[in-house]
């Protein structure tokens, strides 16, 4: 695919113009097309799409996701407060919480959202305070080692989500001692799994639990479908995925004597693709070594690279046409806060405005304030409209919570 210069239609460098960089820009049509594209592969099922609030959770992109005909996971209270603006009715939102305080699970009871409970504790005292009163759903870990990344592998023995699944005979118990309505089962293996195969061994581990809880309604096989980062990557294949999974879903339901919906969370599969971070090159610095173009953001808006070793694309929308040189992309933060590494990119001036892709996910919901910098701007574009989605921040957001005393 070749780099955008425009995106519906929109010239990329006139946003910079418009609302300067660094900038975030969201490409809601990508962002629906790519829900169709999962909606397509799960034809054969009845499937609820979750979106993994945390990937993005800008109001209007979850309303936009909305429209597309997917509901939420939420991993904090907060989260489930952003879907209930954004529109989401209750019934649409999951509570995926991993070891928070009781409080939490209380107040998102008294919102009339669904549980995912997360720990033999957890369900004991949810079954104390609530019996058989509320549906809730258990999340399983499988004891399967998948993801790109040991840091977002979290479906293994030593993960610490979920409840292994040796703990089977313990969640009977509690189940059995409370009464407790289980009506889903949860996992979520990893980010990042290209491999078909893992969410066929998830679904095994789903379907043998299953088979000890009458009352479910659901089976959730998380998220976790890996989008293409470099040039010529490849992504997880949905359809094969979507098809071998449908299949063996198909299989259980018969089994298991009832026609059951089967959930996914996606959350980069979603909104990876559909995101750009446009900065702008501050300064080109020859070593003699390396030539360095610093840019106008960092690690403070895009961790990705700095935490888990990602790989981000990077093009310079300035010179589409010029010679290659290579350049290590690096940002303005007092850390080695390297973007791109050893990378060709068409030369690059100071002043060039260069393109990160596959910033969506985990890009402006992993940003922060460090070295006391500021965060971007967002801008979707949708059905034919720019749209401001968040206003740059200014000094004075900064200091807005800090408690200023005679010292
Ligand atoms: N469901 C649950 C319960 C999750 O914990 C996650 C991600 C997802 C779904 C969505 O996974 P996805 O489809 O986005 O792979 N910050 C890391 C990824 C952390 C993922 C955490 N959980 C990154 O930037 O690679």
Same mark, same amino acid.
């Given at each position: 695919?070749?780099?955008?210069?425009?995106?519906?239609?929109?010239?990329?460098?006139?946003?910079?113009?418009?609302?300067?960089?660094?900038?975030?820009?969201? @490409?809601?049509?990508?962002?629906?097309?790519?829900?169709?594209?999962?909606?397509?592969?799960?034809?054969?099922?009845?499937?609820?799409?979750?979106?993994?609030?945390?990937?993005?959770?800008? /109001?209007? %992109?979850?309303?936009?996701?909305?429209?597309?005909?997917?509901? /939420?996971?939420?991993?904090?209270?907060?989260?489930?407060?952003?879907?209930?603006?954004?529109?989401?009715?209750?019934?649409?939102?999951?509570?995926? #919480?991993?070891?928070?305080?009781? =409080?939490?699970?209380?107040?998102?009871?008294?919102?009339?959202?669904?549980?995912?409970?997360?720990?033999?504790?957890?369900?004991?005292?949810?079954?104390?305070?609530?019996?058989?009163?509320?549906?809730?759903?258990?999340?399983?870990?499988?004891?399967?080692?998948?993801?790109?990344?040991?840091?977002?592998?979290?479906?293994?023995?030593?993960? *610490?989500?979920? %409840?292994?699944?040796?703990?089977?005979?313990?969640?009977?118990?509690?189940?059995?001692?409370?009464?407790?309505?289980?009506?889903?089962?949860?996992?979520?293996?990893?980010?990042?799994?290209?491999?078909?195969?893992?969410?066929?061994?998830?679904?095994?581990?789903?379907?043998?639990?299953?088979?000890?809880? #009458?009352?479910?309604?659901?089976?959730?096989?998380?998220?976790?479908?890996?989008?293409?980062?470099?040039?010529? @990557?490849?992504?997880?294949?949905?359809?094969?995925?979507?098809?071998?999974?449908?299949?063996?879903?198909?299989?259980?339901?018969?089994?298991?004597?009832?026609?059951?919906?089967?959930?996914?969370?996606?959350?980069?599969?979603?909104?990876? =693709?559909?995101?750009?971070?446009?900065?702008?090159?501050?300064?080109?610095?020859?070593?003699?070594?390396?030539?360095?173009?610093?840019?106008?953001?960092?690690?403070?808006?895009?961790?990705?690279?700095?935490?888990? @070793?990602?790989?981000?694309?990077?093009?310079?929308?300035?010179? #589409?046409?010029?010679?290659?040189?290579?350049?290590?992309?690096?940002?303005?933060?007092?850390?080695?806060?390297?973007?791109?590494?050893?990378?060709?990119?068409? =030369?690059?001036?100071?002043?060039?405005?260069?393109?990160?892709?596959?910033?969506?996910?985990?890009?402006?919901?992993?940003?922060?304030?460090?070295?006391?910098?500021?965060?971007?701007?967002?801008?979707?574009?949708?059905?034919? *409209?720019?749209?401001?989605?968040?206003?740059?921040?200014?000094? =004075?957001?900064?200091?807005?919570?800090?408690?200023?005393?005679?010292?």
């Amino acid at each position: 695919m070749p780099n955008p210069t425009h995106i519906q239609g929109v010239e990329i460098s006139s946003l910079a113009g418009q609302f300067g960089t660094p900038l975030y820009i969201y @490409d809601g049509e990508k962002i629906v097309s790519q829900i169709q594209t999962l909606q397509k592969a799960f034809s054969a099922v009845p499937l609820k799409i979750k979106y993994a609030t945390k990937a993005l959770s800008n /109001i209007n %992109i979850l309303k936009l996701i909305r429209k597309a005909g997917a509901g /939420i996971d939420a991993v904090s209270i907060e989260e489930a407060k952003l879907g209930l603006l954004a529109g989401y009715t209750v019934d649409e939102i999951m509570y995926t #919480p991993s070891g928070v305080g009781f =409080e939490e699970i209380r107040e998102a009871v008294a919102m009339g959202i669904m549980i995912n409970l997360d720990s033999l504790p957890l369900m004991e005292q949810f079954g104390k305070t609530y019996g058989d009163s509320l549906g809730a759903c258990i999340r399983i870990n499988p004891h399967i080692m998948a993801g790109g990344n040991i840091k977002i592998s979290v479906g293994h023995k030593e993960s *610490k989500f979920g %409840i292994s699944i040796e703990q089977l005979p313990q969640i009977l118990e509690l189940v059995a001692k409370y009464q407790l309505k289980i009506v889903g089962l949860h996992i979520h293996t990893g980010s990042d799994i290209l491999d078909a195969e893992v969410f066929l061994r998830g679904g095994n581990v789903l379907f043998e639990a299953a088979m000890q809880f #009458p009352d479910l309604q659901f089976l959730d096989f998380g998220g976790g479908f890996k989008v293409a980062y470099k040039p010529n @990557d490849v992504a997880t294949d949905v359809l094969e995925v979507g098809k071998a999974v449908g299949e063996a879903f198909q299989e259980f339901c018969k089994k298991y004597g009832r026609q059951l919906e089967l959930w996914l969370e996606p959350g980069k599969f979603l909104v990876s =693709e559909a995101g750009y971070l446009l900065v702008r090159s501050n300064v080109v610095k020859e070593t003699p070594t390396v030539t360095f173009v610093g840019v106008d953001s960092g690690l403070n808006h895009l961790i990705r690279p700095m935490m888990y @070793d990602a790989y981000h694309s990077v093009y310079n929308l300035s010179n #589409p046409e010029g010679k290659k040189a290579k350049y290590n992309v690096v940002g303005y933060i007092c850390e080695t806060d390297t973007i791109a590494a050893h990378r060709e990119l068409n =030369e690059v001036k100071e002043g060039d405005l260069l393109v990160i892709k596959n910033a969506g996910a985990y890009g402006f919901s992993m940003s922060s304030n460090y070295n006391s910098r500021l965060r971007p701007a967002e801008v979707l574009i949708w059905d034919g *409209k720019t749209m401001l989605i968040r206003r740059r921040e200014e000094f =004075e957001d900064l200091i807005r919570h800090q408690q200023i005393h005679e010292i």
